[in-house]
């Protein structure tokens, strides 16, 4: 039988020294600012019950979750997603907290890409959520925080496109097709598969919806994306959404990102519980989206506590390899002092070892027999300086392995 002891399963990977460096440095970054502007750390389990992720908007395809059985039999899931969680959290715990609540995260999701090579399965993700309000000023609140977040990765090189679900779900209303259907055309547009869904569409005939459907993945750009889905199917819900995503795109300019900011009316993101807004962000090397979120309205409602909320999640894996990418990333460093002892002494040297510790010196233990082997350790990793402990303290400064 075939074992697999010495390999991570697919979609995995161990971080060695520099790239846990630079993750605790996204992360850094990341909940530095989700701090500063108000927002209160929270952790999901790791494991859920499945049915948190089976039911109404919340519902995660069954291929794409990682399932297991508890003690009971009951069916639980590692956890693919942190807002879902986060809404249950609140709907439960946090149910007299006074409103609105801001909350941030860092933890990790799972998600089965068995059929998609390249993409991991397990993906750290920061994020935050603001809950209890509908008001426009919020939705302004996360989408700042969102650019912030961008900036703070790559200043320069970010791009965040914001579009509005709506219209999508208007859309296919208008065209009457069944959940299974939409989905069908929802994926089709996303991943701008214009031939197939051409086909698809073609099967309902011709009329402005179809023709709106046809062209909403073509559907991005600048202020012009107005100017031209105008020429299209508008009808009041529409106009009414078109209206409303123009004023949050000009607001946004004064935010000095006009060069960053761009309109996706063909962004309608996978997961169903979006209600309005969304928005994704990119950063320059990287060929997909890092950063996703929006407005959703009805998903704490579902488990029982009828609260609106917005906000995003950002990929902290991907910000971490593109660290590394353009060699931002903070380096593993050596040890200042290694100490050194005789075996009689060796209490005597851990003691001063932590004294040394304790004053902010990075310093080593030596656990080498002879002094001639710690010499030649402390050369091999750049040891500057080597600590002798027995009756005095000798130091020993390290050229060619001799006392200079």
């Known amino acids: 039988m075939k074992r697999y002891e010495l390999i991570t399963p697919e979609g995995t990977k161990d971080l060695l020294f520099d790239e846990c460096l630079a993750k605790r440095e996204i992360e850094k970054r990341l909940s530095d600012i989700f701090k500063s502007h108000g927002y209160s750390e929270v952790v999901t389990t790791g ?9 109404g908007s919340r519902t995660v395809k069954q291929e794409a979750l990682y399932k297991l059985t508890d003690s009971k039999g009951r069916l639980i899931v590692l956890r693919p997603d942190s ?28 998600e089965n890409n068995a059929l998609l090579k390249g993409h991991s399965d397990e993906v750290t993700q920061a994020g935050v959520e603001l809950i209890g309000t509908k008001s426009r000023r ?13 900036s703070a990765v790559e200043p320069e090189n970010f791009r965040i496109e914001i579009g509005n679900v709506g219209i999508f779900k208007e859309l296919v209303a208008q065209l009457g097709v069944d959940k299974d259907t939409a989905e069908q055309i929802r994926y089709l547009i996303v991943n701008k598969n214009y031939p197939a869904l051409g086909d698809l569409l073609d099967t309902f005939g011709d009329n402005d919806v179809i023709r709106a459907l046809k062209e909403l993945p073509r559907l991005f750009g600048k202020e012009e994306v107005f100017e031209r889905v105008e020429k299209l199917f508008v009808n009041d819900t529409i106009k009414s959404i078109l209206d409303d995503l123009k004023y949050v795109y000009e607001s946004l300019l004064t935010l000095g990102i006009k060069d960053n900011l761009s309109v996706d009316l063909g962004a309608v993101n996978r997961i169903d519980y979006y209600t309005g807004l969304t928005f994704k962000g990119y950063l320059e090397g990287i060929g997909e989206d890092v950063l996703a979120g929006g407005r959703y309205n009805h998903l704490i409602s579902e488990f029982g506590y009828d609260q609106p909320a917005t906000g995003f999640g950002i990929n902290v894996n991907a910000c971490t390899s593109l660290l590394l990418k353009n060699g931002n990333a903070p380096k593993t460093s050596v040890s200042d002092v290694i100490v050194y002892s005789e075996m009689p002494d060796v209490m005597k040297a851990i003691c001063y070892s932590n004294k040394l510790a304790k004053s902010g010196v990075a310093v080593e233990n030596s656990v080498f027999e002879t002094l001639q082997e710690t010499k030649e350790y402390a050369l091999q990793k750049g040891i500057k300086k080597l600590v002798v402990v027995a009756d005095d303290i000798e130091e020993i400064d390290m050229k ?3 006392q200079v």
């Open 47 to 55: 494991i859920e019950f499945y049915d948190v992720f089976s039911k």
């Open 83 to 110: 807002t879902i969680p986060i809404a249950r959290l609140v709907a439960t715990r946090l149910k007299d907290a006074p409103l609105p609540l801001r909350l941030y995260y860092n933890q990790a999701y799972f």
């Open 138 to 150: 919020a939705d302004f609140e996360i989408l700042s925080l969102a650019v912030e977040a961008l």
């Open 400 to 402: 060619g392995g001799e």
